[in-house]
């Protein structure tokens, strides 16, 4: 089994920026593939970003694409999510998971998910 556990969230200003962990630990995989998701009360789960084993393919999404950067250290099995000029409507429960193969946006085709850390992001 793998366990995943999230941290760095919090509470900032608009404009503001936050470093997202996940660390990896039990049984672990090699050349898994990460992710983060987040989510809001009432609407669905949405991918965010994703970054293959090697680091060498990353997918974002529209909406943080040039503010997010989903990075990763396989020696301490973590994926960190810097996230920059935040705004208001970055406002979620993030999650990392994990899956193996390629990066893909569909919540349903990842295997292992984390309890979440809140972000919010006050105006």
């Known amino acids: 089994q793998v366990q995943l556990e999230e941290s760095g969230g919090g509470l900032v200003q608009a404009g503001g920026s936050l470093r997202l962990s996940c660390a990896a630990s039990g049984r672990t995989f090699s050349r898994y593939v990460m992710g983060w998701f987040r989510q809001v009360p009432g609407k669905e789960r949405e991918f965010v970003a994703g970054?293959?084993?090697?680091?060498?393919?990353?997918r974002y999404a529209d909406s943080v694409e040039g503010r997010f950067t989903i990075s990763r250290d396989n020696a301490k099995n973590t994926v960190y999510l810097q996230m920059n000029s935040l705004k208001p409507e970055d406002t979620a429960v993030f999650y990392c998971?994990?899956?193996?193969?390629?990066?893909?946006?569909?919540?349903?085709?990842?295997?292992?998910w984390g309890q979440g850390t809140q972000v919010t992001v006050s105006s």
């Open positions: 970054i293959t084993w090697s680091g060498g393919n990353t």
């Open positions: 998971a994990l899956r193996m193969g390629t990066v893909v946006t569909t919540t349903t085709r990842y295997d292992y």
